[in-house]
């Protein structure tokens, strides 16, 4: 805790001035932060895997505190126990459109016997909390309660309305978010801006880094490849056979590199991230339009997972399939391949590129069946930017604020499809080690990020919402 002490104080100081949290006092931001753990692990331990999801207990859960604080909601059933849920807090005389606070309530699965505590027994361990759903997405979720608790609850006068909206089965199929734009689109298409997951304050020596925002994200688009061929007894070696045309194709497939390209996105987060690079690192970070020309530059870039998926469409060799039995060479062997595409890209193009790469006999190449939808990004000019920036650098002190384009998806993409400016924004600081734990084992976050992230959330939605 006392890094932190130091680094609000110093932040504070560096900011000039105070943020709307800083005027409710210390004995009110301390019941605030012993309430958001409390809530925290309440929330840990509902068990909302997905599959199946059961989404409908937490909605359940967070209707009983919103209800408990006079704050408005509605929970929404598609199917049965499965659900999202909508709270409003709102402005009386409202002079800008909404903003929506989205989370999503599922996480993935686990396994309980690779954890040091049971998934969902929310236990503080080393001064961190261990949950499935710890750093996605309940951590945030959380925050964003509190921030609506506090809003109410301090008789906040807002310019806009600010809308609580918790979905379901985001790890899966997006159900929850897809049923929400098609049945009720009334309740979320007037919104301005939208904050979700995706953001990352990658807490580095004692230090924030960076404050990253996901403004841009790629596109799946799956693949599936099939190969056919003569079957036969494995004793008895047929060259021509699925198995083999499949490996002869995958290993073109591999082999090929798609082509490097310089997004606006990825223009403005390698040239904010100059300044954190030093020698050949550095150079190539200032110039990217020049590095992806410049082999030195090339092969940083190619070798660096961090950086290599912002500059292309990238393939990834996933699952195979052939033969259930060792003695038996299969008429057909298949492979999946993930494919995430640039903002801009057209799959229809990329499939044909990729059946071109492939080009073997007996081999097809298919786009699977699951929903294509086009990659998008929100600007980098706008006030809410701003605020995010003016309240990191009172939290993260000189770390600057840089856009990003992640390389998984988030629920940001439907959205921006009804013009809401959707940004992924974390108020958490969080090390490497405890970030790789998304979707992993021993998802954890520290108790001390629990008690501070709703208060940096606080003070984002303040500034954007705030009447002036």
């Given amino acids: 805790m006392r890094y932190f002490a130091i680094m609000l104080l110093l932040a504070g100081c560096l900011s000039g001035q105070q943020l709307p ?10 019941q605030y932060a012993t309430q958001a753990l409390d809530w925290e692990r309440q929330y840990l331990r509902i068990d909302t895997s997905n599959p199946p999801g059961n989404e409908l207990a937490s909605a359940h859960w ?5 209800d408990s604080e006079g704050i408005p909601n509605q929970v929404l ?3 049965p126990g499965r659900a999202n849920i909508i709270a409003w807090v709102r402005a009386a005389n409202a002079t800008a ?3 929506i606070l989205l989370n999503h309530m599922d996480v993935v699965t ?3 016997a690779r954890w040091k505590v049971p998934p969902f027994s929310a236990q503080v361990v080393d001064g961190s909390l261990y949950g499935r759903g710890a750093q996605d997405m ?3 979720g959380l925050a964003q309660l509190v921030v609506m608790v506090m809003l109410k609850r301090e008789h906040v006068p807002l310019a ?3 809308i609580f909206l918790a979905t379901a089965d985001e790890e899966v199929e997006d159900e929850g978010s897809d049923w929400m734009v098609q049945n009720h689109p009334e309740l979320v298409r007037n919104a301005e801006y939208l904050l979700t997951e995706g953001g990352e304050n990658l807490l580095q020596d004692g230090k924030v880094q960076y404050v990253g925002i996901d403004s841009a994200e790629k596109s799946p688009f799956w693949l599936h490849i099939t190969a056919k061929g003569r079957p036969g007894h494995g004793s008895r070696p047929i060259a021509d056979s699925a198995p083999n045309e499949l490996v002869r194709a995958l290993a073109k497939l591999v082999a090929y590199k798609t082509e490097l390209k310089v997004l606006p996105v990825t223009q403005a987060f390698m040239q904010a991230m100059a300044p954190l690079e030093s020698g050949e690192r550095a150079r190539c970070f200032r110039n990217p339009q020049g590095a992806i020309h410049d082999n030195a530059c090339v092969q940083m870039i190619t070798s660096d997972p961090s950086l290599n998926f912002l500059f292309r469409n990238t393939v990834s060799l996933t699952m195979l399939g052939g033969s259930e039995q060792t003695n038996v060479i299969p008429g057909e062997a298949w492979a999946n391949v993930d494919v995430r595409l640039l903002p801009g890209e057209k799959p229809e193009d990329f499939l044909a590129l990729m059946r071109k790469v492939v080009n073997e006999p007996n081999v097809t190449v298919e786009a699977q069946e699951k929903k294509f939808r086009p990659a998008n990004a929100s600007r980098l000019d706008t006030p809410m930017l701003a605020a995010i920036r003016q309240v990191s650098a009172h939290y993260f002190g000189d770390a600057p604020v840089v856009p990003r384009m992640t390389s998984g998806y988030t629920e940001n993409q439907i959205y921006r499809e009804l013009g809401i400016t959707s940004y992924g924004f974390s108020p958490y600081a969080t090390t490497a080690e405890e970030g790789a734990t998304e ?3 021993n998802e954890r976050i520290r108790v001390e990020e629990v008690q501070r992230g709703f208060r940096v959330l606080y003070d984002v939605v303040m500034e954007i919402s705030a009447a002036k």
């Fill in 110 to 112: 686990s396994v309980p």
């Fill in 160 to 162: 806009r309305d600010v």
């Fill in 62 to 66: 967070f209707k009983q505190v919103f």
């Fill in 77 to 79: 059933e598609y199917k």
């Fill in 97 to 99: 459109k909404p903003l």
């Fill in 439 to 441: 979707h992993g084992d």
């Fill in 138 to 140: 309940k951590s945030i």
């Fill in 21 to 30: 949290s800083d005027q409710l006092g210390q004995a009110t931001i301390q």
